[in-house]
T-cell receptor, first 114, second 111 residues
Framework: GAGVSQSPSNKVTEKGKDVELRCDPI?????LYWYRQSLGQGLEFLIY????????KSGLPSDRFSAERTGGSVSTLTIQRTQQEDSAVYLC????????????FGPGTRLTVT | RKEVEQDPGPFNVPEGATVAFNCTYS??????FFWYRQDCRKEPKLLMS???SGNEDGRFTAQLNRASQYISLLIRDSKLSDSATYLC????????????FGTGTKLQVIP
């Protein structure tokens, strides 16, 4: 079946502009995660959605970052007033959410802020 | 102390060798454990879950030591295609599914 998809695959933006990144999870997966990974670094947790529960936003680095998940499926991560330090690969993962915690990752969006 | 710690490596091993990585975790309430692999400039992919009794999948064996709070991954008969970064993942018991990723151990299998 279809895996997790993300768009765009690459995004170059100017400092100060807003960007939106999209994630389509695996159908039926109730849990969705956003991470970011800077070059040569580990995964940094950003935000987690589980069904209709309030999201865990504890990893968002600043109030310029926000995310929403509509209808329990597609999610968008928005970065306002982008800064150069926001440059990274943004990864989305989904998980079935019922008794198993294995995550399946999308290919990521490579964000470059110039 | 980090929640999940891994030796970053790199581990450079010849083809056919056996190699093992450990990963330590700090929270004794940790409940679920996984190994992922991540190829260069690619997304992480699930390699295997780690069960309390240990488990094997082909050339890969995963072990859990709750007393010492670490998990291990053993790779036998290393292949060139095993070259990747191996990420240890831990979930703490709770009502949600947030997990913590280690920063990974890099393996380079050389001909």
């Amino acid at each position: 079946g279809a895996g997790v998809s993300q768009s765009p695959s690459n995004k170059v933006t100017e400092k100060g502009k807003d960007v939106e990144l999209r994630c389509d999870p695996i159908s039926g997966h109730t849990a969705l995660y956003w991470y970011r990974q800077s070059l040569g670094q580990g995964l940094e947790f950003l935000i987690y959605f589980q069904g209709n529960s309030a999201p865990d936003k504890s990893g968002l680095p600043s109030d310029r970052f926000s995310a929403e998940r509509t209808g329990g499926s597609v999610s968008t991560l928005t970065i306002q007033r982008t800064q150069q330090e926001d440059s990274a690969v943004y990864l989305c993962a989904s998980s079935p959410g019922t008794g198993t915690y294995e995550q399946y990752f999308g290919p990521g969006t490579r964000l470059t802020v110039t | 102390r980090k929640e999940v710690e891994q030796d970053p490596g790199p581990f450079n091993v010849p083809e056919g060798a056996t190699v093992a990585f450990n990963c330590t975790y700090s929270n004794s309430a940790s409940q679920s454990f996984f190994w992922y692999r991540q190829d260069c400039r690619k997304e992480p992919k699930l390699l295997m879950s780690v069960y309390s009794s240990g488990n094997e999948d082909g050339r890969f064996t995963a072990q859990l030591n709750r007393a010492s709070q670490y998990i291990s991954l053993l790779i036998r008969d290393s292949k060139l295609s095993d070259s990747a970064t191996y990420l240890c993942v831990v979930r703490v018991l709770g009502g949600y599914q947030k997990v913590t990723f280690g920063t990974g151990t890099k393996l380079q299998v050389i001909p």
